[in-house]
């Protein structure tokens, strides 16, 4: 660790707080900041001691504290303005609800009896980790598939006489949302076997000798995943809460459906909140005077409920604050505790797959509380999370690939590649923070360890577990690192690194979405960023953070934190909220003329930035 590293953090409210005497949250930007549209001094807060200090803005330890800012621009960019954040074209003309009910009932049509029970074969021997955990007994999903073929025909033979009830409804929505987990992860040439690719194209109207595709698999999904929550509409869910709507969502969230609509995931999760609680689903904890239905019904509670943070922190967003996971403590609270006690052992395997997920992820969450926070974390903090990760390491163990079942391999990869992940950004942040030997080589290890896991799944014919949803929102906080690390630091091997993930990125399955293409954009302007900071120089001053490539960074997350926390004006003409709105923008120009003053920074400066902007525009991450 240099000498000075201790004297880069700052534990003072931000300079506009100060300056206007409020109580400052010290987040970056603070809140406070935010509403009054002045992220632009907020952020710059974070940074002016290195600017008033040309000693520290040089050298080596130039690029260690601009890493700093990536903390924050890995929150506002890479998480926030990738996957939590959607502009919403109101103008946009929808199907009507005759066309709607056309497009469920074609695809209702679309898949046969014995195709369904194919689909429910292979999602019991392959996705097993993925929703085994969400319900009480797998083989009755058989004799409800069967009593959904009954109910069609039923259907068919009297359609005004039969009118389906709630529990048929719901029924239909879970099934068709395994239904839509299977065609997503069902390799193509299975996909193929079972089902005619020229009724889709006659549907989209495209040419009928199109053979089975990506894109053509995506469609089926999307279709698949429709009818399900179409079935959730009918049931009324609103009115009537049912344990289903809970399950059918979590599966869903299994496929690239927590990826494609932020706003109807976040709402969805809200209503499994409510249903939850209603269903006491929060009070899993077993009791003596528990029977033992009560106890298995539990046990099956605990799965749903850590199913639902893991879900509920990755959704979480300054949109989104009520956030039940925060209601289970650290698991550093209790930790050094557990450790002390003389016959506790620590290396007990967890009571299911999905208390190990959440306990991996939980340790996520301690470290990314530090994102948006001044504060300077201790490495003791750090330390016991890399204990932590050890102990569930051990407890993941060494699972042979070609002896276990496919379902016991698929459960090793997503725990594997979680703790991977985990163990990357912890060995980021000691490089970002502490600058510890070896650090940065260590998250390269650890990258390059997932990346072997993703090869290793190809050849071994398991490539259906790179789509795992994990893998986009792993990748999304690393390859932009390293991108961003590229920028201010010549180093042979991350700028070999950076080329290579980029074309990982394109190698990526088009299940996942628009979110690979989003992800390769972000890459490609943080590319764009290096040849600006290597081509141009700034007159006048020998620190580099009067550069334009800082205030594009600083730019960027002004116009992603502002974004999300906007003040929608319902009324019009309205003086008090139009006239704030104006002063706001306004006290926010002057506060970047000020900037550009107190800096020097000439109109060739300002075009450089104003031109990338133009060029490589940030809300095309999320418009």
């Not at 879970?174 to 009724?199: G, H, K, N, R, T």
């Not at 725990?415 to 970002?432: D, E, N, P, Q, V």
């Amino acid at each position: 660790m240099s000498s000075s590293a201790g004297s880069r953090t700052s534990k003072k409210a931000c300079a506009v707080c100060t300056k206007r005497k409020v109580k400052c949250d010290r987040q970056i930007p603070c809140s406070n900041c935010i509403r009054r549209g002045q992220e632009s001094e907020c952020i710059k807060a974070v940074t002016n001691d290195f600017i008033q200090n040309p000693e520290l803005g040089s050298g080596k330890d130039s690029s260690l504290n601009i890493l700093r800012l990536w903390q924050s621009y890995e929150y506002w960019i890479s998480d926030i303005g990738l996957f939590k954040t959607k502009n919403i074209d109101i103008t946009e003309r929808l199907p009507s609800m005759e066309a709607q009910l056309a497009e469920c009932s074609f695809w209702t049509d679309y898949i046969k009896l014995e195709d369904s029970f194919k689909l429910l074969n292979f999602a019991v021997e392959n996705l097993g980790p993925l929703y085994f955990g969400s319900l009480g007994d797998i083989s009755e999903l058989f004799v409800q598939l069967e009593t959904y073929w009954s109910r069609r025909q039923q259907f068919k033979e009297t359609p005004d006489a039969l009118l389906f009830s709630i529990d048929d409804y719901y029924w239909n929505s879970l099934l068709w949302a395994i239904f839509s987990m299977c065609v997503y992860y069902m390799p193509l040439d299975d996909i193929s076997e079972s089902f005619e690719v020229q009724p889709i194209c006659e549907q989209l109207g495209i040419e009928e000798n199109q053979q089975w595709s990506e894109s053509l698999q995506l469609t089926l999904v999307q279709g698949f995943t429709k009818c399900s929550l179409h079935f959730l509409q009918q049931a009324d869910y609103g009115r009537n809460p049912d344990v289903r709507f809970i399950q059918s969502f979590l599966i869903l969230s299994t496929t690239n459906f927590q990826l494609s609509d932020c706003f109807l995931r976040d709402t969805l999760l809200a209503q499994c909140a409510h249903i939850a609680r209603f269903f006491n689903i929060d009070s899993y904890k077993q009791l003596a005077t528990d029977d033992e239905s009560t106890d298995l019904s539990k046990e099956v509670f605990s799965k749903i409920w850590m199913s639902m943070c893991i879900q509920d922190y990755q959704q979480e967003s300054p949109t989104k604050n009520n956030s039940f996971h925060k209601e289970i403590p650290s698991l550093l609270q209790h930790a050094a505790f557990y450790q002390d006690m003389p016959n506790f052992d620590i290396y007990k395997q967890e009571d299911s797959f999905e208390s190990l997920c959440w306990k991996i992820t939980s340790l996520e969450r301690d470290l990314d509380r530090y994102l948006l926070t001044s504060f300077k974390p201790q490495i003791k903090t750090f330390d016991a999370i890399k204990r932590e990760l050890s102990i569930f390491e051990k407890k993941i163990g060494n699972v042979n690939f070609e002896k276990k079942s496919i379902n016991s391999q698929f459960e090793k990869f997503i725990s594997t590649f979680l703790l991977s992940t985990i163990y990357w950004k912890l060995h980021k942040m000691y490089f970002i923070y502490f600058d510890t030997a070896d650090s940065l080589q260590l998250s390269v290890h650890y990258l390059q360890l997932m990346v072997h896991l993703i090869e290793t799944n190809m050849n071994h014919g398991l490539t259906f577990f790179n789509k795992h949803p994990l893998i986009i929102r792993s990748l999304s906080r690393m390859v932009p690192f390293y991108a961003f690390y590229n920028i201010f630091e010549s180093n042979p091997q991350i700028e070999e690194l950076n080329n290579d993930l980029g074309n990982l990125i394109l190698a990526l399955p088009i299940l996942l979405g628009e979110k690979c293409v989003k992800l390769s954009y972000l890459v490609q302007r943080l590319n764009s960023m290096k040849i600006i900071w290597e081509k141009v120089r700034v007159e006048g001053t020998s620190s580099n953070w009067n550069h334009p490539v800082l205030k594009i960074i600083q730019d960027d997350i002004k116009i992603i934190s502002r974004y999300c926390n906007r003040t929608l004006i319902l009324v019009k003409g309205v003086p008090s909220f139009g006239d704030a709105t104006d002063t706001i923008n306004d006290e926010t120009e002057e506060n970047d003329k000020e900037y550009f003053a107190r800096n020097k920074e000439s109109s060739e400066f300002k075009f450089i930035v104003n031109e990338f902007e133009k060029q490589h525009s940030i809300i095309s991450l999320f418009s």
